[in-house]
């Protein structure tokens, strides 16, 4: 069965940072562009990262550059998503997706596969 699944979600303090993973199961992410979304509660989904299959190519949503870091190590088959700076409006539950020989030329997909996703929750 293929499987993502996001961790490293919680609570934190506005300016604070927190690292989200995603793990696939049941299949290699090696050929496959992930994205991150994030959806928070009364609003529509929205893109927030992607890399390309090779890692060479990263994009971020406005509101997040400067601040978030994509990244891959197909050794553990693990995708991350590096928040610094988090803000109250970060909050959200974020997604990781996974496109086979996807392309990451902008935020927002398509992607194919989904994990169930992780709580951030910014706040003192």
């Known amino acids: 069965q293929l499987q993502l699944v996001e961790s490293g979600g919680g609570l934190v303090q506005p300016g604070g940072s927190l690292r989200l993973s995603c793990a696939a199961s049941?299949?290699?992410?090696?050929?496959?562009?992930i994205g991150w979304f994030r959806q928070a509660p009364g609003k529509e989904r929205e893109g927030v990262s992607c890399?390309?299959?090779?890692?060479?190519?990263?994009h971020y949503a406005d509101s997040v550059k400067g601040r978030f870091t994509i990244s891959r190590d197909n050794a553990k088959n693990t995708v991350y998503l590096q928040m610094n700076s988090l803000k109250p409006e970060d909050t959200a539950v974020y997604f990781c997706?996974?496109?086979?020989?996807?392309?990451?030329?902008?935020?927002?997909?398509?992607?194919?596969?989904w994990g169930q996703g992780t709580q951030v929750t910014v706040s003192s």
């Open positions: 997706a996974a496109q086979y020989l996807g392309v990451c030329i902008q935020v927002g997909g398509p992607y194919g596969y």
């Open positions: 049941g299949f290699t992410l090696d050929y496959f562009a």
């Open positions: 890399i390309s299959v090779s890692g060479g190519s990263t």
